[in-house]
């Protein structure tokens, strides 16, 4: 099914990255004139999360503090995805490039230093990326994308053709271009780094319990960041019948198994 785009005022956007806690974080936004004081105020906001969490605290004592900052400790409420999604051509410009091969082999070695504890409810990246891009919007009257790790918020009018956002399922694997009139969208990938043949076990919160995973990777739009990555923990739970459970509550999504086949869920596009 074909679904038509948003297409904005502005055709043109500017981005900007950095790292946030070794994390690559990057602003884009539709008004090139805004992007000074939009990065300025995205920094102040993200400063003061720094200061008031130590940086030598585990990573699961950080996350918990930082929801406690955000105010982010429930389970945002499932509702259907409200916007458009469809699959962009392959040689077009991505708004959000796919996480490099360095910066997801970063990212598995980090989970395989802490442990790995998968657990329902929002992720502390995924509410900083949407609270970033709702404040910007607001602030400056324009288009905003922010992305935060695996979560890609966006708030005010898309540009034209929508938000391009580049997935990648493993380092050694190719990208695929979708495009998003409004919403989040959110990954996780399970591959082990330098070993796209195994998954990272997981230890489920709450019971302790290490299993692997039944994906190699999981995408997801949702109606906001803390409600897509809320749906791809819930999906790496319920392994095998994840696709069901998407399919029901209305997300989007694309899912990999472990040998590298994609599996689609609700109404995400087949790849151009």
């Known amino acids: 099914m074909s679904i038509s785009l948003h297409t904005g005022i502005r055709t043109a956007a500017v981005s900007t990255a950095w790292t946030v806690w070794d994390v690559p974080f990057q602003l884009v936004v539709t008004d090139p004139w805004a992007m000074h004081h939009a990065r300025l105020e995205v920094t102040d906001l993200i400063g003061g999360l720094v200061e008031a969490v130590d940086r030598r605290l585990p990573a699961a004592r950080r996350e918990e503090r930082l929801l406690q900052l955000?105010?982010?400790?429930?389970?945002?409420?499932?509702?259907?995805?409200?916007?458009?999604?469809?699959?962009?051509?392959?040689?077009?410009?991505?708004?959000?490039?796919?996480?490099?091969?360095?910066?997801?082999?970063?990212?598995?070695?980090?989970?395989?230093?802490?442990?790995?504890?998968?657990?329902?409810?929002?992720?502390?990246?995924?509410?900083?990326?949407?609270?970033?891009?709702?404040?910007?919007a607001e602030s400056y009257s324009c288009g905003v994308l922010v992305a935060f790790g695996d979560h890609v918020a966006t708030s005010g009018l898309a540009p034209v053709g929508g938000w391009r956002v580049a997935l990648r399922d493993a380092p050694d694997a190719a990208s695929e271009l979708v495009a998003i009139d409004g919403g989040a969208i959110s990954s996780v990938s399970c591959v082990r780094p330098g070993r796209p043949e195994r998954l990272q076990p997981l230890v489920v919160a709450g019971t302790g319990r290490e299993v692997v995973p039944a994906w190699r990777s999981v995408t997801v739009a949702a109606a906001d960041a803390a409600a897509a990555g809320a749906a791809c923990t819930g999906a790496l739970l319920r392994g095998v019948a994840a696709p069901a459970w998407l399919e029901a509550l209305g997300l989007p999504a694309r899912l990999v198994d472990a040998q590298g086949v994609p599996h689609a869920a609700g109404e995400w596009p087949a790849a151009a």
């Open 70 to 136: 955000l105010g982010g400790d429930r389970e945002p409420a499932p509702r259907p995805f409200p916007y458009g999604i469809a699959s962009a051509p392959a040689g077009a410009d991505a708004h959000r490039p796919a996480p490099a091969p360095w910066q997801q082999a970063f990212t598995a070695a980090a989970r395989a230093r802490h442990g790995w504890t998968v657990a329902a409810g929002p992720a502390a990246p995924a509410l900083i990326a949407q609270r970033c891009a709702e404040i910007v």
